[in-house]
């Protein structure tokens, strides 16, 4: 079902797939505090819908998301508390799609910059129009992309990384493949299909492995390899007493299709 169209967020359902989309086209899908808060609560919402199995990040109109509403930000003059705010809501949205128990896959069209470029990042999958282009431009304008560092750090090499942050400039779908920013690049008339099917090929799996395996990737990352070890060790150990690994083990040895149970 579509939402209202005015919406800073529409959402559509199709096949245990959720597609949101970011839906400010005239603003470049730019990230004002309203946005923020209508995404944490559409992702509030898709963590408690048992429904949903992948999530598609869009952006509606040519760009995917410009980052934070810098007409919004001076508009307010300089407040302390409103940047407190700002910049809280976004680090917390951020959060939320790392804490999601279900894949959040980027669609990537047009401009990705500043927190819009953080929102890639933080997805767990990005898929991208040959046309894409990705920056960090925030050092150009005297405002250093610190919270959009925290995702790109983690996602890219050292050396990609200031690159995209210390110059500002832009790179292109191919580039940001090869720094590891996104894992396809692919026609603009192909990427919403392209998009989709990798959703659904996501959402085939059993949800509570998923779950498992997501939370278990971003809580091992900043372990030593002994820990790391030794946590993923036990989830392994909880993972393998769960129904649907049993039964998706027992498939495999019976050369037929899994019956997902999400226990």
């Known amino acids: 079902m579509m939402h209202d169209e005015q919406a800073l967020v529409l959402r559509q359902d199709e096949a245990g797939v959720a597609t949101l989309t970011l839906n400010r086209p005239q603003a470049r899908n730019a990230l004002s505090r309203d946005m923020l808060r209508a995404l944490r609560a559409a992702f509030a919402g898709l963590a408690a819908d048992e429904t949903v199995r992948a999530v598609i990040l869009a952006g509606a109109g040519p760009a995917f998301c410009a980052g934070h509403d810098l007409k919004e930000m001076r508009a307010k003059g ?13 680090a917390a949205l951020m959060l939320d799609i790392v804490r999601l128990p279900k894949p959040v896959i980027a ?3 047009g401009i990705a910059t500043a927190a819009g470029c953080q929102l890639v990042a933080t997805c767990d999958l990005a898929v991208a129009a040959e046309d894409a282009r990705f920056a960090t431009p925030g050092v150009n304008i005297g ?11 983690r996602n890219l090499g050292t050396k990609q990384a200031m690159q995209l942050l210390l110059t500002g400039e832009a790179i292109d779908a191919p580039t940001a493949l090869g720094f590891g920013l996104i894992n396809e690049v ?25 779950a498992i395996g997501k939370e278990a990737f971003y809580r091992q990352l900043p372990l030593s390899i002994a820990d790391a070890y030794d946590y993923t060790r036990e989830v392994m150990v909880r993972n393998l007493a769960a129904l649907d690994a049993q039964e ?5 040895l019976e050369k037929r299709q899994p019956i997902w149970c999400g226990r």
Do not use: H, N, W
Not at 186 to 209: G, N
């Open 186 to 210: 692919v026609a603009p008339a192909e990427l919403a299909a392209r998009t989709a099917a990798l959703a659904r090929q996501v959402a085939s799996k059993s949800p509570l492995t998923l």
């Open 78 to 90: 300089y407040s302390e508390d409103y940047a407190e705010s700002l910049f809280a809501d976004c």
């Open 143 to 153: 405002l250093f992309c610190s919270t959009p560092m925290v995702a790109l750090s």
């Open 248 to 252: 998706g083990i027992d498939a495999f």
């Open 107 to 109: 669609q990537v069209q």
